[in-house]
C-alpha cells in the first residue's frame, strides 16, 4: 500500500509507522517527497511511502510523519468475493460528500476513479481542498485512479506539459506494472487484473502505452485473474452528443487488443451519465429482441436476447422496482406524499 500525504511543514518526515492493533507501531518505513510550482502557486510537501508487504483482508493502524492522527485501512482480500465501487468525474459538488457517504454505507475493498478527481483546472488550492475532502474516505481503502480531461492543466508556452499536479499528488504503481507512465498501469487484486489506461496520452500503435498495454495483456494468466477489466476515461461508445467521437482514436488503436485478450468489462466516465452496453466490438452490437415482463405491480424483468443463428440467446437482463412503490419517491421537501392508489376496473 502507498500512502501519500501533504504537509506544509518542509521538513516533516517522509515515514509511515504502522500496526494491527491501536496505537502500536510495529513497523517503520521511510519513503520519499516531491514538490511542484505552478504559476504563482507552491505546493506543501508531497510525501509518498510505499508500506509492506501486508497481509490480505487485515486492518491495520498508522500514523504519518511520526505524529499527527491514527487512520486505519483494510487490506483487500487475497480471494473472493470481491467488491469494487466505480465513480467517475467525483469533483467537489453538493453531490460529492452524498455520494462518499453513501458508498461509506456499505464495506467494498477498492475504489476506482476514471478520471476526473477535483477539477481544479488550473486553480491549484481546489487540489488541496480535494485532499482534504476525500482523506476520510481515501485513508481507509485503496483508492485506483487514472486521468481524467480535467487533470490535463495545460497553459501554452507557461506550462506546455499537462499533468503536472495530478503526476506528484496521485502516484499510482505505474513502475510496478512496468509502465513507464503514470498516466496508464495495472495492478492485480484477489482474482481480478485491473488495466487503467490514459485517454490523454499517445495510444496510436506506435505510442508507449500502446506497446504497454500490448506486453501487459500477454502477461495475464487468467487461470490466476479470471476477471479482466480496464478503465479508462473518455468512452469509446456513449449516447451523448456532447461528447461523441472524443475515444474514438483510442478505440480504433486499442480495441482489437482488448478483444482477443477477452476483456470482461470497461468502465470510462466523462459524460456525467449513466449507461450499460452489452458486449460490443467495432461499433457492432448483436441483432436481437427486448423483452419487458412486469412481474406484479412492483416489479419487472428486462431481457434482451440475441440472434444466435436459428437459436434466441438471452444476453442481458435486469430487474426494475416500479417507482409507485416507492416512498421515498413520494417525499417532497420532507413531506411524504401516498404512493397513488391502483385504478380499478370501474374507473377505467
Not at 509507522?17 to 513497523?27: I, L, M, R, V
Not at 499510482?172 to 487503467?196: C, D, K, Q
Not at 470497461?266 to 459524460?271: K, P
Request: aromatic share 14%.
Amino acid at each position: 500500500m502507498r500512502v501519500t500525504w501533504i504537509t506544509d511543514d518542509k521538513h516533516a518526515p517522509s515515514i509511515v509507522e504502522y500496526g494491527k492493533q491501536p496505537g502500536t507501531y510495529s513497523a517503520k518505513v521511510t519513503g520519499n517527497h516531491t514538490s511542484y510550482r505552478y504559476f504563482f502557486y507552491s505546493s506543501g510537501k508531497i510525501h509518498h511511502v510505499k508500506i509492506g508487504p501486508l497481509e490480505p483482508g487485515t486492518v491495520y493502524y498508522y500514523r504519518c510523519g511520526g505524529s499527527g492522527p491514527e487512520f486505519s485501512f483494510k487490506t483487500p482480500p487475497a480471494t473472493f468475493p470481491l467488491e469494487f465501487v466505480v465513480i467517475g468525474d467525483l469533483g467537489q459538488t453538493e453531490w460529492t460528500n452524498s455520494t462518499l457517504t453513501h458508498v461509506s454505507s456499505r464495506d467494498y475493498d477498492v475504489f476506482l476513479l476514471p478520471g476526473d478527481l477535483s477539477y481544479a483546472d488550473t486553480n491549484q488550492p481546489l487540489w488541496d481542498s480535494f485532499g482534504r475532502l476525500v482523506e476520510p474516505h481515501a485513508s481507509r481503502r485503496p483508492w485506483m485512479v487514472t486521468e481524467g480531461n480535467h487533470e490535463i492543466e495545460i497553459f501554452p508556452i507557461l506550462q506546455p506539459r499537462g499533468f503536472k499536479a495530478y503526476n506528484a499528488r496521485w502516484l499510482m504503481p505505474y513502475e510496478e506494472s512496468n509502465s513507464s507512465s503514470n498516466l496508464y498501469y495495472s495492478f492485480n487484486v484477489a482474482g481480478a487484473h485491473v488495466i487503467m489506461l490514459g485517454s490523454y496520452t499517445d495510444s496510436d500503435e506506435n505510442s508507449d502505452q500502446y506497446r504497454w498495454l500490448e506486453a501487459d495483456l500477454s502477461s495475464v494468466d487468467r487461470r490466476k485473474t479470471p476477471w479482466l477489466i480496464v478503465l479508462l476515461h473518455a468512452p469509446w461508445y456513449n449516447t451523448n452528443n456532447a461528447h461523441q467521437g472524443e475515444g474514438e482514436s483510442m478505440r480504433k488503436a486499442m480495441e482489437e487488443l482488448l478483444y482477443k485478450a477477452r476483456v470482461d468489462a470497461v468502465f470510462a466516465g466523462h459524460v456525467h451519465a449513466y449507461e450499460r452496453f452489452t458486449r460490443i466490438y467495432d461499433n457492432k452490437a448483436s441483432f436481437g429482441h427486448g423483452r419487458l415482463r412486469m412481474v406484479d405491480e412492483a416489479r419487472a424483468q428486462w431481457s434482451w436476447h440475441r440472434n444466435n443463428d436459428s437459436n434466441s440467446f438471452s444476453a442481458d437482463e435486469v430487474w426494475l422496482d416500479s417507482l409507485s412503490t416507492s416512498a421515498a419517491c413520494w417525499e417532497i421537501e420532507g413531506d411524504e406524499k401516498e404512493p397513488p392508489k391502483s385504478i380499478g376496473d370501474d374507473e377505467l
